[in-house]
């Protein structure tokens, strides 16, 4: 069972507006940055969102992130196909001293 | 360019150690820097291990701890990860991953190494 918590799976056409939520408490995502990974299958991790908001450099402005009290967000704007992808969110947490990580998201294009 | 690549055993027995080798090129093990390691089960979602930053400071997954421990050798650019008593539910894929300090999070990761643990 994952610290953070996140919905198994999410999914919306193409074009349309998708947001994914990750949940966790005042010791993680309340105090401290959030991170989105987007993982396609039989592949290593790949950050997409780190200090809750910010965008490594080649990740689409498509992609945002955000977060309200101890819960973060993901939202990918005007969806493709090729978003289609497990997405993880992550966060230090103060109370265990390590990094810890939601159950992931499996994402859908219809 | 910040690579990173995992090696060692793709089969281990239960009750046997596993020892693992992260060797990354594009950056060294300096101010600022950390190594970490995160595994996957088969179909399921990643799990934090062990992070070793360049002043030699350790993280471990508390609930893992005992069986962990995450050392660096700055001269030959490589991190490696010791797992005791390793049993059927540790096959996993093991990943390496870049960090560094200043909240970025893991930035570039290797291709990940399955372990399989059988008798």
């Known amino acids: 069972q994952s610290v953070l918590t996140q919905p198994p799976s999410a999914s919306g056409t193409p074009g349309q507006r998708v947001t994914m939520s990750c949940s966790g408490s005042?010791?993680?995502?309340?105090?401290?940055?959030g991170y989105w990974y987007q993982q396609f299958p039989g592949t290593a991790p790949k950050l997409l969102i780190y200090?809750?908001?910010q965008r490594p450099s080649g990740v689409p402005d498509r992609f945002s992130g955000s977060k309200s009290g101890t819960s973060a967000s993901l939202a990918i704007s005007g969806l493709r196909s090729e978003d289609e992808a497990d997405y993880y969110c992550?966060?230090?947490?103060?109370?265990?001293?390590?990094?810890?990580f939601g159950g992931g998201t499996k994402l859908t294009v219809l | 360019q910040i690579t990173l690549k995992e090696s060692g055993p793709t089969l281990v027995k239960p009750t046997q150690t596993l020892t693992l080798t992260c060797t990354f090129s594009?950056?060294?093990?300096?101010?600022?820097?950390?190594v970490a390691w995160v595994r996957q089960p088969p179909g399921k979602a990643l799990e934090f291990l062990a992070l070793i930053y360049w002043d030699d400071t350790e993280r471990y997954n508390p609930s893992l701890e005992s069986r962990l421990t995450i050392t660096k050798d700055t001269s030959k650019n490589q991190v490696v990860l010791i797992m005791t008593n390793m049993d059927p539910v540790d096959t996993s894929t093991y990943y390496c991953?870049?960090?560094?300090?200043?909240?970025?999070?893991?930035?570039?990761w290797g291709q990940g190494t399955l372990v399989t643990v059988s008798s």
């Open positions: 594009g950056f060294s093990l300096s101010t600022g820097v950390g």
């Open positions: 991953a870049h960090d560094s300090v200043g909240d970025r999070g893991f930035d570039y």
């Open positions: 992550a966060a230090w947490d103060d109370s265990l001293s390590a990094v810890v």
């Open positions: 005042n010791s993680n995502i309340g105090g401290n940055s």
């Open positions: 200090r809750t908001n």
